[in-house]
């Protein structure tokens, strides 16, 4: 087995690059390490400012010099890459138990990765498990690849992007992470880390309310997704799929998507009945069956997002206000002040039913707007934002219900 078919020449090249940093820490010069190892200063300094790539022998003995050791046995390097493709594989299937089970096995022998040639590989793991399964924020372990991006092998790319993306989707940044996700798909790497990245682009897309865009990459990674079987995964993605292709209209596929994940639902809580029905009804809602609508969101539980909202939103157009305005202010009261989207909105809804105070509901109404990107939804954002302008055009308000309807238009005009 030959030692350099085991690395990629990015990673030996930032292995070369990393040993000025560990000189410089151990108040080792050029020339000293030079000596000591037989190679000249000048190579050294080509090595450690990225113009050569050493073989990985060769930097071993460097590190060896500064009395950092650098496990590079062949067999030992595949064992523990081994252990490492097996937590990305627990990851891709969402196997809870396995992903913490391999972890925590792994942490059990961080010196060995630390001081193999792996130790890039294995702060990016750590970074991925501190992220994506913690939903910590990034560390400065992958901060720092910024600036050696280009060195990175494909599949250290690839999780550097889908980590920097899934920061800014926490963030509410969707455009940051449109781009780091689109990056991706670019990228000649792991098939399975490509479709993972189209499933996290559909997801901005979905959240920055392009339901068309969403709908596009969010079909092709489903496809994919079942390619590379990760059942967990799709169903997650097909759920949301169902609910923008709602959005749009498109009823006759999301019905097709709906029953697909009710057949999955059957052996797999991925997808809950609850998430199922609330889907259901929201169909229905959208084609104007009010009455089925309120009569499936009967038997899902209060705990779902914007349960108050939908229900209240089904009795008003039901003429039921007074169970709307009853529902709305029970959700209010629970909130003890929250100041959440999903609170704020039913605050709005009661003062737009009950006609009360325009200043708090115009109040209302902007801090809203200043956080529409965490509201998930795009039927809840356009209904807001319509409420505002029939507000305003009441009041005759005629600029601002304008500056509204052209905000309505540029957000959603897809």
């Excluded at 990016?124 to 991006?149: C, F, M, S, W």
């Amino acid at each position: 087995m030959k030692t350099n078919t085991l690395y990629h020449r990015g990673i030996l090249k930032m292995l070369g690059i990393r040993l000025k940093e560990k000189r410089l820490e151990r108040g080792f010069s050029i020339r000293g390490v030079a000596q000591a190892s037989k190679i000249a200063h000048s190579m050294i300094s080509d090595i450690e400012n990225g113009r050569v790539i050493a073989h990985v022998r060769t930097l071993a003995d460097l590190y060896g010099q500064l009395g950092v050791e650098l496990l590079i046995d062949p067999y030992i390097v595949t064992e523990l890459k081994s252990r490492m493709d097996d937590f990305y594989e627990a990851l891709f299937q969402l196997d809870d138990n396995q992903i913490h089970h391999i972890f925590a096995d792994i942490t059990k022998e961080a010196d060995r990765f630390a001081h193999s040639v792996l130790a890039i590989d294995y702060e990016v793991l750590q970074a991925v498990y501190r992220v994506a399964v913690e939903n910590g924020p990034l560390p400065e372990t992958l901060e720092r690849l910024t600036k050696h991006y280009r060195h990175l092998n494909p599949a250290l790319k690839q999780h550097y992007n889908l980590l920097n993306g899934y920061e800014c989707l926490r963030r509410h940044d969707y455009e940051s992470a449109v781009k780091f996700y689109t990056r991706n798909l670019a990228i000649q790497g792991e098939h399975k880390l490509h479709a993972v990245s189209m499933a996290y682009l559909a997801e901005a897309h979905s959240r920055n309310h392009q339901p068309h865009k969403m709908i596009h990459y969010g079909t092709m990674a489903s496809k994919a997704l079942a390619s590379h079987t990760m059942r967990k995964r799709k169903l997650a993605l097909d759920r949301l799929l169902a609910r923008n292709l709602i959005d749009v209209g498109h009823f006759d596929d999301a019905e097709t998507v709906l029953r697909h994940l009710e057949l999955s639902a059957r052996r797999d809580d991925i997808v809950t009945a609850d998430e199922l029905a609330y889907l259901h009804a929201y169909l229905r809602y959208r084609l104007g069956e009010t009455g089925e609508a309120l009569d499936i969101l009967n038997t899902v539980t209060e705990t779902m997002p914007y349960y108050h909202f939908f229900k209240a939103l089904l009795y008003d157009l039901s003429e039921r206000k007074d169970e709307a305005e009853t529902l709305l202010a029970k959700k209010i009261a629970e909130s003890d002040g929250n100041d959440d989207v999903d609170t704020m909105i039913c605050r709005l809804f009661l003062m737009r039913l009950r006609h009360e105070n325009s200043e708090n509901f115009e109040k209302t109404l902007k801090m809203l707007i200043d956080r529409r990107q965490e509201i998930p939804i795009r039927e809840i954002l356009r209904t807001v934002i319509l409420w505002g302008v029939e507000h305003y055009e009441a009041r005759e308000m005629s600029r601002e219900g304008l500056t509204l309807a052209k905000f309505y238009i540029q957000e959603l005009s897809e």
